[in-house]
């Protein structure tokens, strides 16, 4: 039972290593930081992971500010005016 | 991969939708609750995307009813995905627990040379940055496989992206039109 379970995990090991690696480089192409590098620096797998998780959290700040934009903007304006139309046109 | 043009319009699509359903009461509201509705149609919007098929976007969706859940039944009204409210998502701590027991017993029978030491300890500092990417993306602590996890993130990125993108042009040429 033990030498089965000990196989399984040793196996499952291998094939994520390779997987792994793929998907870092994926990761890789999509981070705006590390696509801008050299091509001759090589990045690591922490270092790659770290920056992703940078990047997620900027683009939550991102949408946390625009929404505090967008709420204001349709605090700020007249109801009646041609501005209030021209947001709504676009929102709603 | 990179957002396309046709997910940057379902997702405006849907995020008006989210708008018009919180229209009605938004003369009675005060600009942090319409910063909440704006976010919340926002996420909807950008997980309603992925029909279902991802784990960040089912947990996001769940996330999401409990803060407003008549928003998001309006938004999902008549889609599958209607269903995902009320789904529990399944919880896999309990099998870490088993796997990390495991690995301790294999690697206190393994010998180790210097070179296993380099590679034990990188994994170990990848195992702690995917800690953290747990942390960032919905529904990570459920994800007890790296491989699902970092291709979670690459689709929750790209999501992500789409989401900005379409709110900035929406904000930029709002804020434009109102300083004309």
């Given at each position: 039972?033990?030498?089965?379970?000990?196989?399984?995990?040793?196996?499952?090991?291998?094939?994520?290593?390779?997987?792994?690696?793929?998907?870092?480089?994926?990761?890789?192409?999509?981070?705006?930081?590390?696509?801008?590098?050299?091509?001759?620096?090589?990045?690591?797998?922490?270092?790659?992971?770290?920056?992703?998780?940078?990047?997620?959290?900027?683009?939550?700040?991102?949408?946390?500010?625009?929404?505090?934009?967008?709420?204001?903007?349709?605090?700020?304006?007249?109801?009646?005016?041609?501005?209030?139309?021209?947001?709504?046109?676009?929102?709603? | 991969?990179?957002?396309?043009?046709?997910?940057?319009?379902?997702?405006?699509?849907?995020?008006?939708?989210?708008?018009?359903?919180?229209?009605?009461?938004?003369?009675?509201?005060?600009?942090?609750?319409?910063?909440?509705?704006?976010?919340?149609?926002?996420?909807v919007?950008?997980?309603?995307?992925?029909?279902?098929?991802?784990?960040?976007?089912?947990?996001?969706i769940q996330k999401a009813a409990t803060e407003d859940s008549f928003l998001v039944r309006?938004?999902l009204?008549?889609?599958?995905?209607?269903?995902l409210i009320n789904?529990?998502?399944?919880?896999?701590?309990?099998?870490?627990?088993?796997?990390?027991?495991?690995?301790?017993?294999?690697?206190?029978?393994?010998?180790?040379?210097?070179?296993?030491?380099?590679?034990?300890?990188?994994?170990?500092?990848?195992?702690?940055?995917?800690?953290?990417?747990?942390?960032?993306?919905?529904?990570?602590?459920?994800?007890?496989?790296?491989?699902?996890?970092?291709?979670?993130?690459?689709?929750?990125?790209?999501?992500?992206?789409?989401?900005?993108?379409?709110?900035?042009?929406?904000?930029?040429?709002?804020?434009?039109?109102?300083?004309?």
């Open positions: 039972m033990s030498n089965r379970r000990s196989r399984q995990s040793s196996s499952a090991l291998r094939i994520s290593d390779d997987q792994m690696i793929d998907l870092v480089s994926k990761l890789c192409q999509l981070l705006p930081e590390i696509r801008e590098r050299r091509r001759s620096d090589k990045v690591s797998a922490s270092k790659v992971l770290h920056e992703t998780c940078n990047y997620i959290r900027k683009l939550h700040r991102e949408v946390d500010n625009l929404s505090d934009r967008l709420s204001q903007l349709l605090d700020a304006v007249d109801e009646d005016s041609h501005e209030a139309s021209v947001i709504r046109s676009l929102l709603m | 991969m990179q957002p396309t043009s046709s997910m940057n319009e379902q997702f405006l699509k849907k995020w008006q939708m989210g708008l018009q359903i919180f229209r009605p009461s938004i003369d009675n509201t005060s600009v942090s609750e319409r910063k909440r509705a704006i976010k919340l149609s926002a996420d919007a950008m997980a309603s995307l992925r029909k279902g098929t991802t784990c960040w976007s089912r947990a996001l309006q938004m009204a008549g889609i599958k995905e209607e269903t789904r529990k998502l399944p919880k896999i701590v309990c099998h870490r627990k088993i796997v990390r027991r495991s690995k301790k017993i294999l690697m206190r029978r393994k010998s180790r040379s210097a070179m296993e030491e380099v590679t034990a300890k990188a994994k170990k500092l990848v195992k702690r940055k995917t800690k953290g990417l747990r942390n960032v993306v919905p529904g990570g602590e459920f994800m007890s496989n790296n491989v699902l996890l970092i291709q979670e993130t690459l689709d929750y990125i790209v999501s992500l992206q789409t989401q900005v993108n379409v709110m900035r042009s929406i904000v930029d040429a709002a804020e434009a039109g109102v300083e004309r």
